[in-house]
T-cell receptor, first 114, second 113 residues
Framework: DAGVIQSPRHEVTEMGQEVTLRCKPI?????LFWYRQTMMRGLELLIY????????DSGMPEDRFSAKMPNASFSTLKIQPSEPRDSAVYFC????????????FGQGTRLTVV | KNQVEQSPQSLIILEGKNCTLQ??????????LRWYKQDTGRGPVSLTI?????NTKSNGRYTATLDADTKQSSLHITASQLSDSASYIC????????????FGKGTSLLVTP
């Protein structure tokens, strides 16, 4: 398995534009997470899906952020409109069932909003 | 309030030396504690996992310890190598929610020749 695949790896966009980040989890994993990482705050959970259903989106900062998981092999995180303070590295992670299973992270998308 | 605190924030050591990274947490109850290694520009990768009843776990030159009574964990790196330069993140999985991961902000380690 190629692991969790995220695209794009880097994204530079102008303030106000729509940004869509994509994630393909590991096949067979039923949990998917979106995280945001900044120097100041470290890794923060944005949203958690279980069996394609959003379970916890309390970490989504504003209505400008939305996430979908239309099927078990694909998820998107959308920011519309983007702002400079959204600049960060966004990670997608997936995990199989079981209390002690490991969450595997993608390589991340480095987003810069200018 | 962050429930996982790590120290030091950053560390520089000479190649071949040992070092110990600290993690204090308040997450309770918890199901497991992991140490992740994050290389620059990459996602975190799990090094070790310990459940409540485990005191130590080794993975090559990495040894993690856990004291559930004092809510402390440490990661000891033996005979450091240049490739150990990375951020090391302590992660505590919440028992009640079953999925929530509480992340420390990490210790940035630089191993110099």
């Amino acid at each position: 398995d190629a692991g969790v695949i995220q695209s794009p790896r880097h994204e530079v966009t102008e303030m106000g534009q729509e940004v869509t980040l994509r994630c393909k989890p590991i096949s067979g994993h039923n949990s998917l997470f979106w995280y945001r990482q900044t120097m100041m705050r470290g890794l923060e959970l944005l949203i958690y899906f279980n069996n394609n259903v959003p379970i916890d989106d309390s970490g989504m900062p504003e209505d400008r952020f939305s996430a979908k998981m239309p099927n078990a092999s694909f998820s998107t995180l959308k920011i519309q409109p983007s702002e400079p303070r959204d600049s960060a590295v966004y990670f997608c992670a997936s995990r199989g069932q079981g209390i002690n299973t490991e969450a595997f992270f993608g390589q991340g998308t480095r987003l810069t909003v200018v | 309030k962050n429930q996982v605190e790590q120290s030091p924030q950053s560390l520089i050591i000479l190649e071949g030396k040992n070092c110990t990274l600290q993690c204090n947490y308040t997450v309770s109850p918890f199901s497991n504690l992991r140490w992740y290694k994050q290389d620059t520009g990459r996602g975190p990768v799990s090094l070790t996992i310990m459940t409540f009843s485990e005191n130590t776990k080794s993975n090559g030159r990495y040894t993690a310890t856990l004291d559930a009574d004092t809510k402390q964990s440490s990661l000891h790196i033996t005979a450091s190598q240049l490739s150990d330069s990375a951020s090391y993140i302590c992660v505590v999985r919440d028992w009640d929610s079953g999925y929530a991961l509480n992340f420390g902000k990490g210790t940035s380690l630089l191993v110099t020749p």
